[in-house]
């Protein structure tokens, strides 16, 4: 009988590409352990079987509990991991989910070292966002202003849309209660996306860390990637959650938002936006994370790439 111990690691081929999971899984208030290569939920209405590898992140809320085995078949299976808190609405931790060529975070550090290279990719962000304007030329002080008028026009298009009142963005940190529902529901659409965005960044390889409009913190390229959708996802679903009433908008958030990024096959989109930006010259629809080889290079002069597993002493002139 073969033993949870025993089990091989899963090879690339064998994992479900991001693009085509559950964007994401929300537990709290109870224990999860493995099943197999599944992870179970356990509370008092009983227990759920959740298939591993069909899951893009598992966002662990309050008053969860995770076993060392469960943590093993979701980092087996490539599955990010965040503890949020209560609503979803704070980031506390992440786990990395694996990934196996490191082609693109050499291209996002080469793009975001050089100062000219990463306004380049501002400005593309930005037409990504918006492809009715040319940003080109544009400041980063321009593309600020620009990004705020934009967003403010949103807002108001979305409230008239809706006939929900809004009087402007106001959230306290660490009181999710203190706001009004549409604000409510803004918010928990953000953090929604925050971790949605986490798990393509950390499944393609990429740093969470290296921005090229958000800086100063180590998710400052998975904020970067979860603004490419606000407007066009995040901000009209949270309004149409706050026009239904102002009862657990943070729940009904996440389920319209989790059922709109399936739909709209967003994850695909994310992986395909993020290589657009960091490799521009790079093949057009080139597979994603697990079809890749698992494949180390060592690093020889003149960029030249040796193979690994060997000893090279016998090629150096001493």
């Not at 959708?229 to 989790?258: C, M, W």
Request: hydrophobic residues 40%; contains cysteine.
């Amino acid at each position: 009988m073969t033993t949870v111990a025993r089990r091989r690691a899963s090879s690339p081929r064998d994992l479900t590409r991001v693009a085509e999971r559950i964007s994401f899984v929300y537990l709290e208030r109870c224990i999860i352990h493995r099943d197999q290569n599944a992870i179970t939920a356990e509370d008092a209405d009983g227990t759920t079987h959740i298939p591993s590898a069909t899951i893009g992140t598992l966002l662990l809320g309050p008053g969860t509990r995770i076993t060392d085995q469960a943590m093993t078949v979701l980092a087996d299976s490539g599955t990010a991991v965040a503890w949020v808190g209560e609503h979803g609405v704070r980031y506390y931790a992440g786990g990395r989910s694996l990934n196996r060529s490191s082609a693109l975070v050499e291209a996002q550090a080469t793009r975001w070292a050089n100062r000219r290279t990463r306004l380049d990719v501002a400005r593309a962000m930005y037409r990504l966002r918006f492809p009715d304007e040319d940003p080109a030329g544009l400041t980063r002080q321009e593309l600020l202003g620009h990004e705020g008028r934009r967003l403010r026009d949103c807002y108001r298009d979305q409230a008239e849309r809706t006939g929900v009142p809004w009087h402007g963005r106001n959230y306290v940190p660490g009181d999710f209660a203190a706001s009004d529902a549409p604000n409510q529901a803004v918010t928990a659409a953000a953090q929604c996306m925050y971790g949605v965005s986490h798990a393509v960044v950390a499944a393609l390889g990429c740093a969470p860390g290296l921005g090229f409009v958000h800086s100063g913190h180590e998710l400052s390229f998975v904020l970067d990637v979860a603004d490419f959708y606000k407007t066009e996802i995040g901000i009209p679903v949270a309004f149409d959650v706050a026009a239904e009433g102002d009862q657990d908008v943070g729940p009904r958030t996440r389920r319209a938002l989790r059922d709109t990024i399936n739909k709209t096959r967003l994850l695909d989109r994310c992986v395909k936006d993020i290589k657009r930006l960091l490799l521009p010259d790079g093949p057009a629809g080139a597979d994603d994370g697990p079809d890749q080889a698992d494949e180390v290079m060592l690093q020889s002069d003149h960029d030249l790439m040796v193979a690994s597993g060997r000893n090279h002493a016998d090629e150096v002139t001493w």
